[in-house]
């Protein structure tokens, strides 16, 4: 299933990300109990001849929990997804984004509001604040890849060493969902979907940033912190994050395909 | 680095101390700090200041330099990039508004300052990095033909030894023009402008400037997202470009002051929105006209797309108008 909102049939104005997302956590229906349903993916378009090295940086970085979730689909080239269709001598890799979060919160009735995507800081192990973001009301482009981009990012020193900037999001709950939210990241969690850096207290910053009046703050491991480290380590890659929907049962555990 | 547990006006008056040494020259006393924080409205007495100096020497961000001097550490400049998250969402408009009311061209004579962007390149680089902002000084690619070049021994740039400066005016200018005149402007986002045969067709990504804590116009460069080369020789591919929003009552001074603006080659402007009309898809609050001008950073990131090696500093500082040459 592709995303419904594109910049075709925007005729009149740009489309900010935000709305986007929105559009696509509507479509969300991962249900946790049978472990299937529709998810979000990020596709990395890579060359066919370093899928092998990719996909093992992938299973180390998700080993490592800084990812959602072990599950991936290889495309073939030639295959589409959407409105993407993989070229000729590359590979694709879908994997989940970090946003298919908010689509299952949202789909048990709590109102969730995406605000930005940012770098946190990890010294030792411990998140400790976030360097730099941007909204995604202020945006035409996924922060995250931007961050991604600006070679700001330092996914693999963080790997080895347990100090370095990793790509995070940021949404803000209602408080007096607090209870709720916590049940629901649990039973996820045990679903196979994890990722979550912190949950922030009530009225109270989170990792530095303000929260509204009466929210708190959860902060999600980007679906991309991945790429990241790929990209660190000189492989090319092609990356189109929030780029589709895709059903849980099509993909399968990253060991099943290494 | 400052733990983010810190009491949050504490950790104001440390990040607000290191700025007041970054920007002095040499090393400054507790003395002038206190001065200083007043100025900016923090209540602190020399005593305070020495107080805060302490934690900062303590966690390394600053040195004591001779007597009672402090200066920065290195760590101290990185701490002012990454700390107080939430005070720099939208922290580029400040520096904008700063600039802004530090300019003072007269678009009646055109004496007076102007905004800048700073380029730093390699001496051996100089003529290939000259042939194409020559090629590219006017609109869409330059906000005006006159530049600045600055050499090692500049006294108002620092310019690294075998290095060479340039400095090409900023679209912001257009800003300061206007609030020169009292026309009150609001800058919103920076974007890019997809052009087809010669002509804006419509803003292809926009980043507003009140969301970020990175210069769009770096994320722009830095993504590569430019085809500048490919706009100079077919007319086809995706510029460099802002927006910024003026009343609608102003809407005829604006314009009186923006053709005297271009009689003195300063000239960037795409078009004049309708009043809270979306204009080229992007959009437009209501109440006000949108002004989208093509950035006058354009040639130096053709520069960048070129494969030469240029450090690029959008919105950069201000210099003499009259002290810079026409190509």
């Not at chain 1, 090295?53 to 295959?79: N, W, Y």
Request: with cysteine; glycine share 8%; aromatic share 6%.
């Amino acid at each position: 299933m592709r995303a419904r909102i594109t910049r075709n049939n925007s005729n009149d104005q740009i489309i900010f990300i935000i709305s986007r997302i929105e559009d696509l956590i509507y479509n969300v229906t991962f249900d946790m109990s049978t472990g299937s349903g529709n998810i979000i993916t990020n596709i990395s378009i890579i060359k066919s001849e370093q899928i092998d090295d990719i996909l093992h940086i992938f299973r180390d970085v998700m080993l490592s929990g800084l990812a959602l979730s072990t599950f991936v689909k290889i495309l073939s080239p030639g295959e589409s997804v959407g409105s993407l269709t993989i070229p000729e001598g590359k590979h694709g890799i879908a994997t989940v984004c970090s946003i298919t979060v908010d689509g299952v919160l949202l789909k048990k009735g709590i109102p969730v509001k995406p605000k930005f995507g940012g770098l946190v800081e990890i010294k030792k192990g411990m998140p400790v604040r976030f360097t730099d973001l941007i909204r995604y009301d202020s945006t035409t482009i996924d922060p995250l890849e931007i961050l991604m981009s600006h070679s700001l990012t330092s996914v693999s020193d963080m790997l080895t060493s347990g100090s370095g900037k990793i790509l995070v999001n940021l949404r803000e709950i209602t408080m007096n969902a607090r209870n709720k939210v916590e049940e629901i990241l649990d039973d996820m969690a045990s679903a196979g979907l994890g990722g979550i850096l912190e949950v922030g207290e009530l009225n109270t910053d989170i990792l530095g940033m303000t929260v509204e009046r009466d929210h708190f703050g959860v902060a999600v491991i980007g679906g991309n912190n991945m790429m990241a480290v790929a990209q660190e380590q000189g492989f090319d890659i092609d990356t189109h994050a929030m780029s589709s929907i895709m059903n849980v049962r099509d993909m399968v555990p990253i060991d099943q395909v290494i | 680095m400052i733990s983010s547990n810190t009491d949050p006006l504490v950790l104001r008056k440390l990040m607000e101390i290191m700025k007041i040494i970054t920007e002095s020259d040499g090393a400054v006393g507790a003395r002038i700090i206190a001065d200083r924080m007043k100025e900016r409205g923090y209540q602190i007495g020399e005593r305070g200041v020495r107080y805060h100096l302490r934690i900062l020497d303590e966690r390394g961000l600053t040195v004591r330099e001779g007597y009672s001097g402090r200066t920065i550490t290195k760590k101290g400049l990185q701490e002012l990039e990454d700390g107080l998250i939430g005070y720099r969402v939208g922290f580029i408009i400040t520096t904008i508004d700063e600039l802004i009311y530090n300019t003072n061209l007269d678009v009646d004579t055109g004496t007076g300052n102007v905004i800048v962007n700073t380029a730093i390149i390699d001496k051996n680089d100089f003529d290939e990095v000259m042939e194409i902002i020559s090629a590219m000084s006017s609109k869409p690619y330059s906000m005006s033909p006159y530049i600045r070049i600055m050499e090692e021994n500049d006294p108002e740039f620092k310019v690294p030894e075998g290095k060479v400066g340039i400095a090409t005016v900023c679209s912001i200018t257009i800003d300061s023009i206007l609030v020169r005149n009292g026309i009150p402007v609001s800058p919103r986002y920076g974007g890019l402008i997809k052009m087809v045969r010669g002509e804006p067709a419509e803003f292809w990504d926009l980043v507003l400037y009140s969301g970020t804590t990175i210069d769009p116009m770096r994320i722009f460069i830095d993504r590569k997202m430019t085809s500048i080369f490919d706009t100079y020789e077919t007319g086809n591919g995706k510029l460099l470009a802002s927006m910024r929003e003026i009343p609608v009552s102003a809407y005829e001074h604006a314009v009186e002051v923006l053709n005297k603006a271009q009689e003195i080659d300063i000239d960037c402007l795409i078009r004049m929105s309708e009043p809270g009309t979306p204009v080229l898809k992007a959009p437009i609050t209501p109440g006000k006209i949108g002004l989208p001008v093509y950035a006058g950073i354009n040639s130096m990131a053709a520069v960048k797309e070129s494969g030469i090696d240029i450090t690029i500093q959008p919105i950069s500082t201000i210099t003499d108008y009259k002290k810079m040459t026409r190509l």
